[in-house]
């Protein structure tokens, strides 16, 4: 398997435009995080999923942040308007779930944005 | 407010020596916690965990320890080597939530 698949790898954009993040967990992963990443608050877990439903949105900032699970192999992350704090390192990570939150997660190698 | 917290940003030892990564948690509920290791421009992985019936957890050259009445836990890395300069991650979990530190950046002196 290749891993967990995050694209694009870098964005840069400019403030008040639309941000999409995408990505493919593992096959046969049943739950999907999205996590941020800054220098200030390290790890962020903004929202995760099992079996394609939303369970935990509470990481979410503002309602500028959505995100979707259309299907087991697909997920997207979008900001809607983009804001210079925004800027960040954005990882999605997928687990099996086999036994819950006591699985390790698996990371994609992440989405560098740039909010001008 | 961070839940989790790692006060020191960086961590220098010479290879061979022990590394310790320190790792402060402010909530009693947290009953499982992990460690991941991040290289630059890669994801987190897992490196090693620990649930809270235990006090501490081994995996060659990891070992964890867990400190409940301190809510304080502590990676030991023995033998150090330069392969595991990275940036470590400590993270806990109670139901439902996962809360990540902001890391710990070591580097190990060949």
């Known amino acids: 398997d290749a891993g967990v698949i995050q694209s694009p790898r870098h964005e840069v954009t400019e403030m008040g435009q639309e941000v999409t993040l995408r990505c493919k967990p593992i096959?046969?992963?049943?739950?999907l995080f999205w996590y941020r990443q800054t220098m200030m608050r390290g790890l962020e877990l903004l929202i995760y999923f099992n079996n394609n439903v939303p369970i935990d949105d509470s990481g979410m900032p503002e309602d500028r942040f959505s995100a979707k699970m259309p299907n087991a192999s697909f997920s997207t992350l979008k900001i809607q308007p983009s804001e210079p704090r925004d800027s960040a390192v954005y990882f999605c990570?997928?687990?099996?779930?086999?036994?819950?939150?006591?699985?390790?997660?698996?990371f994609g190698p992440g989405t560098r944005l740039t909010v001008l | 407010d961070q839940q989790v917290k790692q006060n020191s940003p960086s961590l220098s030892v010479q290879e061979g020596r022990i590394s310790i990564l320190n790792c402060d948690y402010t909530?009693?509920?947290?009953?499982?916690f992990l460690w991941y290791k991040k290289y630059p421009a890669e994801g987190p992985t897992f490196l090693i965990s620990i649930s809270s019936i235990k006090d501490k957890n081994e995996d060659g050259r990891f070992t964890v320890f867990l400190n409940k009445s301190a809510k304080h836990l502590s990676l030991h890395i023995v033998p150090s080597q330069p392969g595991d300069s990275a940036v470590y991650f400590c993270a806990a979990s109670p139901a439902n939530q996962f809360y990540f530190g902001t890391g710990t950046s070591l580097t190990v002196i060949p």
């Open positions: 096959s046969g992963h049943d739950y």
């Open positions: 990570a997928s687990s099996p779930g086999l036994a819950g939150r006591y699985n390790e997660q698996f």
């Open positions: 909530n009693s509920m947290f009953d499982y």
